[in-house]
């Protein structure tokens, strides 16, 4: 029985409508945004960082449902452009349009794109020798 008033509570509606709102804002859509082709032939594709936070409280201080119930639930949504993927003729590079990455994984993802480009070039070059 505790568990159907805690379902109807307002804390939990208000924390609810709070996530709903959140999920609005924040698709996959606005993290890796919809390609642009240019008339030349080029794909960018922007690509963003967000962050989120979500906070809530709230007490229930009567025995009665409706009875001397305060409460507050909050979000926020942040979203910072860090990058577009260029693409052309067959090969993608990253422009970086952010602040130099901070930290070291934040080198090793921008230089994922570089890296498979040149082992990609390493490996045609194999084959083309190998058939020669």
């Known amino acids: 029985m505790e ?5 109807k509570s307002p ?9 709903e709102k959140v999920r ?19 794909t960018l594709i ?3 960082k967000v962050s989120f936070g979500f ?6 201080y ?11 639930a909050g979000g926020a949504v942040k979203i910072d452009p860090v990058a577009f993927l260029v693409i052309k ?9 952010a602040v130099p990455p901070a930290s070291t994984v934040d080198r090793i993802v921008d230089m994922v794109p570089d890296v498979m480009d040149k082992v990609e070039k390493f490996f045609d070059k194999k084959e083309a020798k190998e058939t020669l």
Do not use: H, Y
């Open 55 to 60: 906070g809530s409280g709230g007490g229930d």
């Open 46 to 48: 922007p690509i963003s």
């Open 62 to 72: 009567g025995k009665a449902p409706k009875e001397n119930f305060g409460g507050g």
């Open 11 to 19: 804390l939990n509606d208000m924390m609810r409508n709070a996530m």
């Open 24 to 42: 609005e804002m924040v698709d996959t859509n606005t993290i890796v945004g919809q390609p642009i082709t240019t008339p030349d032939g080029v």
């Open 3 to 7: 568990n159907k008033m805690e379902n």
């Open 89 to 97: 003729d067959g090969t993608t590079r990253v422009l970086p349009v």
